[in-house]
């Protein structure tokens, strides 16, 4: 920039300065020269934030990688040492995380105690040169009227009016200009003896206690390090590279000491060690450090929640579902974690033996437990709210309000079930060890209410980390289902999961071949492949852009298993220096219906394997595709896994198996009470209840997408869950499918012409009947017909005969006048329906209907006469009996034992003897008996039953 200016330099007017415009000039030449160097202090601060913001990221998803493998470590748990290890592992996580935030705080302090002041210090630099501007301004307006004053005063002819005017105006403007020297110097004189020796004062206080903040903070983070590894049991510092030989390290008011002394299990640093009282207070602080945290996420809620009733606009940024999902139960836990401080504090407080803290704390603890179920919909819900944390990052109003922790704040309820359960564990051991009351006081019951609430604890905890678990899977699959493009499906299903990916080469069919026969009929790429447990995904690399591309680098970063689980390692850039990717589906291989045939290593073929895929009709030839993978240890883990699933797929597969097959190895089915299979049991139970009424029940077909969603749900071996608005026609088409389905009919392909035969029975039984029929169905008084398909039905395996008997039991109820004024299926129509699906010739036509009115008429029978054909109303009778006659015997057993106290030894025995009742007959009817008439009354109503139930066949 320009001095003062020329005219403040030029000889010709160099009468007319003064000392203040020297004293502006050396001010102009300090601000040219200060200018320049506050502008690159700026511009380095701002360089150096920039930095620190990607190192302080790398090195905290260093400290999420370290804490990751610590968290395996103690899943795979090998061994003492490995969860020793692993613990260690954790502890340098944390120290590594600590580390960072602290570098944020301090990095935050100088960007603001430095920056600030610096651009202020530029603002006045600025103001200053604008007043040297103006200050110039008036020196011109001065010169310009003595030239004018002077011009006139030499001109040959005087006007004493104009030469008046210019000598006022000279006047004037010397005045203005006199001043507003005096003026500008004087701000300047402040403004260097004020404002920028202050300024240079704050940057180097600023610079001294941030930096001294940082390095007090960095020692304690690092003495609480070793102090975490030195409290970990049998785990050395050689172990974990920390020390040397037997070196224990120790805090000190100067640092961290070491000394030669060699480290033991005995340490009086476990906390197994503790005093009883040692640890309630342990137990108290650590649940007010809890309550503390749930305040600061309870706060960052309000704070959102106010600024967005204030602010329209920022309620439609942040909308109130994103805040729901996140906050999620969070004041409900914080309401119930303040009661149970409280209590806790109340508690502790009050007890002052071994007895009563037990007592007291068993107390506090089982009235606590069932509220705390609270953690199972939060848990469940988490992924939820770290995945709408991610997506919202970039939002700036919502990152306005949000703690770079709130994820991690937000995981902390899922793990504190477990930290109740081992204090209360360490206190039990405390007593139990005699550390306090030295044999004084006997707290056998109030150890056993204790370990009842660890007992409660543990299966609380259990059902926690289930829902943490799927809240995991869930997430996992969010995360695919972010980076993957073009996919037309929706990839996130209750049933599913993201079990692998990685590269792989794919020879597959081409689709365009069928169009343009110039295409190659078979394209071989590498692919990204993603393996859910249902289907095999094959994607190409795409970039998706800054914006989104940033929210898939800031949801890689992912959590720590234990918290939703870490999705995968962050080994990115910095976000400015790398594209952002994403994938665009190209394939899917259909896992239920691939079979997997593995190569031999030839010249040319090497790692490979085959998919064979049943193919989609018309077609019949299976599909097949050539996979490789780049190194046979890739080979082994693809197919490892993918035995595994193939395996599991085969076992928990519903619709399409044999029912034999299915009773016998299912594994839902075994761990079931029910005699049929599960999917019958409870859509027959579904509708026996509601679809009974419902207009075309069987007739008109449910939603085919969903009912077939809902089968490959099943098929996955998902729970079969109705809703209570569920459609009654998707339960039924669900059924009727299962059905179809089954390799088998229901009544068998042996059977088929005894099928057959008993419905040519019935018609013409029917036809023979001399009263006339109403309706469609079966009104007339059939008999020996009847008792034809009932030998049918006798005729058929276990399971098939309970199955249909189930069927039949929820048909009949459908087909009676009451509900048939409503469903409009009279039993003719529902036999329609069912007759060619429960009953088909092996290898017959399905467009021979020679025998269909033979079938119709054997599925009527079993409708109209369920009772009479599958005995329901005798096994009710014989149910009824074995009931009273349960609770007589038990009458009886209590008055015989009152009787034998008072009676004598000999009398007892004779009346061991005489005492035999049967169900059938009462107590004084049998005093009344002699010995042959009881055993005839006994044996004739079992004769009677035996006959009931085994009629003699024609």
Not at 313 to 335: G, H, Y
Not at 348 to 357: D, G, N
Not at 866 to 888: G, L, M
Request: proline share 4%; net charge neutral; aromatic share 6%.
């Amino acid at each position: 920039m320009k001095l003062v200016g020329t005219l403040l330099r030029n000889k010709d007017s160099s009468e007319h300065t003064n000392t203040a415009d020297k004293e502006i000039t050396l001010f102009d030449e300090r601000f040219e020269r200060l200018a320049p160097c506050y502008r690159n202090l700026s511009k380095r601060i701002q360089a150096m934030h920039k930095t620190n913001l990607a190192s302080i990221d790398a090195g905290k998803a260093v400290g999420d990688d370290l804490r990751a493998l610590g968290y395996l470590l103690k899943e795979l748990n090998y061994d003492e040492k490995s969860l020793g290890l692993a613990e260690c592992l954790l502890q340098l996580g944390e120290f590594q995380r600590a580390v960072e935030d602290l570098r944020a705080k301090l990095d935050t302090a100088l960007n603001s105690g430095l920056g600030v002041p610096v651009d202020k210090w530029i603002d006045n630099i600025k103001n200053g040169q604008n007043q040297i501007k103006e200050h110039q301004k008036t020196k011109v307006r001065y010169t310009t009227a003595v030239q004018n004053h002077q011009t006139l005063k030499e001109a040959k002819k005087q006007n004493q009016v104009k030469l008046q005017e210019a000598k006022k105006e000279e006047e004037v403007t010397k005045e203005v200009w006199e001043k507003s020297g005096t003026e500008t110097l004087e701000s300047f004189t402040n403004m260097m003896e004020e404002g920028h020796n202050r300024i240079i004062e704050s940057l180097a206080k600023v610079c001294a206690a941030q930096y001294n903040n940082f390095f007090i903070s960095g020692k304690e983070a690092s003495n609480n390090l070793i102090t975490g590894v030195l409290s970990i049991r049998d785990v050395e510092l050689a172990d974990v590279g920390m020390g040397g030989g037997g070196d224990e390290v120790t805090k000190s008011p100067v640092g961290v000491v070491r000394t030669k002394k060699v480290i033991t299990s005995k340490s009086p640093k476990f906390e197994e060690d503790k005093s009883t009282a040692e640890l309630l207070e342990e137990m108290v602080k650590s649940e007010k450090k809890y309550v503390k945290k749930l305040d600061s996420v309870l706060a960052i809620k309000h704070t959102l929640t106010g600024a967005c009733e204030k602010d329209p606009k920022l309620a439609e940024q942040v909308t109130i579902d994103d805040r729901n999902t996140i906050f999620s139960k969070i004041e409900d836990i914080w309401s119930i974690h303040n009661e149970f401080l409280a209590n806790l504090q109340e508690s502790t407080k009050s007890a002052t033996t071994p007895k009563l803290i037990l007592k007291s704390l068993s107390t506090v603890f089982l009235s606590m437990i069932d509220r705390w179920y609270t953690y199972m919909p939060y848990a469940a819900n988490l992924c939820y709210a770290v995945d709408c944390i991610e997506r919202n990052k970039d939002n700036r109003a919502f990152k306005a309000f949000l703690r770079e922790d709130l994820a991690d704040l937000l995981a902390l309820p899922v793990e504190r079930i477990k930290t109740y359960s081992k204090q209360l564990k360490q206190v039990l051991e405390a007593v139990k060890n005699g550390t306090e009351d030295d044999g004084k006081y006997d707290t056998t019951e109030e150890q056993k209410e204790m370990s009842q609430a660890i007992t409660l604890l543990n299966e609380l905890e259990k059902e926690i980390q289930a829902s943490t678990q799927a809240s995991s899977d869930l997430g996992r699959l969010l995360y695919a289902n972010n980076r993957i493009r073009c996919y037309t499906g929706n990839l996130v299903e209750p049933h599913r999961r993201l079990l692998k990916e990685g590269p792989l080469t794919i020879s597959h069919p081409n689709p365009k071949y069928k169009e343009n026969e110039a295409e190659d009929p078979i394209i071989k790429n590498e692919y990204q492949c993603f393996m859910f447990n249902d289907l095999l995904l094959f994607t190409t690399e795409i970039d998706v852009g800054n914006r989104a591309g940033k929210l898939l680098q800031q949801a890689k970063k992912g959590l720590a298993k234990g918290k939703v689980g870490a999705v995968l390692n962050d080994n990115s850039e910095a976000e400015n220096k790398v594209p952002y990717t994403g994938y665009k589906f190209i394939g899917e291989i259909p896992l239920q219906k691939a079979e997997i045939e593995d190569l031999p290593d030839t010249e040319t073929l090497y790692n490979t394997w085959n998919f064979l895929v049943e193919p989609t009709p018309p077609a019949t030839a299976k599909v097949k595709y050539n996979i490789s993978t780049p190194t046979q240890k890739d080979k082994k883990a693809w197919l490892a896994e993918l035995g595994d699933l193939m395996k599991n797929l085969k076992m928990m597969k519903v619709y399409g198996v044999p029912i034999d097959e299915l009773m016998k190895h299912n594994p839902r089915e075994l761990s079931a009470n029910f005699k049929v299979p599960r999917i019958v049991q409870q859509t027959t139970d579904y509708l026996y209840e509601r679809g009974c009424k419902t207009q075309g029940i069987f007739r008109e077909s449910g939603s085919a997408n969903y009912v077939e969603k809902l089968k490959l749900s099943i098929d996955m071996g998902g729970d079969v869950v109705f809703p209570a608005h569920e459609n009654d026609h998707n339960v039924a088409s669900l059924l009727k499918l299962w059905l179809r389905e089954l390799p088998e009919p229901l009544l068998t392909w042996n059977l088929y012409d005894e099928w057959v035969a008993a419905g040519a029975s019935v018609v013409m039984e029917k036809e023979s009947v001399s009263s006339p029929t109403s309706g469609s169905g079966i009104k007339g008084a059939l008999k020996d017909s009847v008792e034809n398909v009932k030998s049918c039905v006798k005729n058929l395996p276990t399971v098939n005969r309970e199955t249909v008997k189930v069927i039949m039991k929820l048909l009949h109820k459908v087909a009676q006048p009451e509900n048939v004024e409503s469903n409009l299926m009279e039993s003719h129509n529902i036999s329609i329906v069912f007759g060619p699906v429960l009953i088909r010739k092996k290898g017959g036509s399905p467009f021979d209907t020679a025998d269909f009115r033979s079938i119709y008429a054997v599925i009527d029978a079993m409708i109209n006469y369920y009772e009479r054909i599958f005995d329901d109303v005798v096994e009710k009778e014989v149910k009824k009996e074995v009931v009273e006659a349960k609770k007589e015997g038990e009458v009886k057993k209590k008055k015989k034992s009152k009787e034998s106290k008072s009676d004598s030894p000999k009398e007892e025995g004779k009346k061991k003897k005489t005492k035999r009742v049967h169900p059938v007959l009462n107590e004084e009817e049998e005093k009344n008996m002699d010995k042959k008439q009881r055993k005839k009354a006994i044996k004739e109503p079992n004769k009677e039953r035996r006959a009931t139930k085994r009629p003699k066949k024609d």
